[in-house]
């Protein structure tokens, strides 16, 4: 009975294990800017994966389009948010602001301080111009 339970919790444990070990590393501190197809009008912005691993959210919450195993596509992958403007979700701007989604930093971080938790929402927080 004993050994049964074991090969149960083994298993257990290797599933669990299985997408951290297919997760591509989250690469260390970034400074994000747009696409070399787009010209920015704003300062670059420095996005800390850790931070984020702290406050404990899912890969998959920003890498919203991610299989859970193979490679993970840049937010401006051809077809994702790709296009200039500022309205549709297909724009790089929505990706990072779309205030109606958790995926997008301004979306997450608005609900965040409704949670009276702190996560910068001002421009000049992200942007330092
Ligand atoms: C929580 C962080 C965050 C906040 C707050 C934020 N942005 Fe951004 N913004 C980003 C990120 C990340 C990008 C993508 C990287 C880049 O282009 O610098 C971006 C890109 C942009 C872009 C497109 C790229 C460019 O340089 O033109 C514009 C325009 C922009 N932001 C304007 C704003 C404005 C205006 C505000 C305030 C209303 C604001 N942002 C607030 C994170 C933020
Ligand atoms: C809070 C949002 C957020 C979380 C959570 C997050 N990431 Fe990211 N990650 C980003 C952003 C933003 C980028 C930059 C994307 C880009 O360049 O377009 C990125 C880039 C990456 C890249 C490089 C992709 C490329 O463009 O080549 C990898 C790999 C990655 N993340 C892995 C992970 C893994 C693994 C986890 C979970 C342990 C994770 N990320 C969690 C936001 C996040
Ligand atoms: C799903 C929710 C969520 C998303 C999406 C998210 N954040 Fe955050 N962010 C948080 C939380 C929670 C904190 C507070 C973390 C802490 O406790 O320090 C935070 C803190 C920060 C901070 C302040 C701490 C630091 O690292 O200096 C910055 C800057 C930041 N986020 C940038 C971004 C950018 C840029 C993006 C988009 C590329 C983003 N965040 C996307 C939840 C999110």
Redesign the pocket.
């Known amino acids: 009975m004993h050994r049964i339970l074991l090969t149960i919790a083994a298993c257990f444990l290797i599933l669990a294990a299985t997408p951290a070990l297919a997760a591509p590393p989250a690469p260390a501190d970034m400074r994000?800017?747009?696409p070399p197809s787009?010209q920015?009008?704003?300062a670059?912005?420095d996005?800390s994966h850790d931070r984020h691993g702290k406050a404990a959210i899912d890969c998959a919450t920003c890498h919203h389009t991610w299989d859970g195993k193979g490679a993970i596509a840049s937010c401006a992958a051809a077809g994702c948010h790709d296009q200039p403007g500022k309205k549709e979700s297909t724009t790089?701007?929505a990706a990072?602001?779309a205030k109606d989604s958790t995926a997008s930093?301004?979306g997450c971080?608005k609900d965040m301080v409704k949670q009276g938790r702190k996560a910068?929402?001002?421009?000049k927080?992200?942007?330092a111009n």
């Not at 910068?120 to 421009?123: D, E, I, R, S």
């Open positions: 994000l800017a747009p787009m920015a009008t704003k670059p912005v996005f790089f701007y990072f602001h930093c301004l971080h910068p929402v001002a421009c927080d992200c942007h």
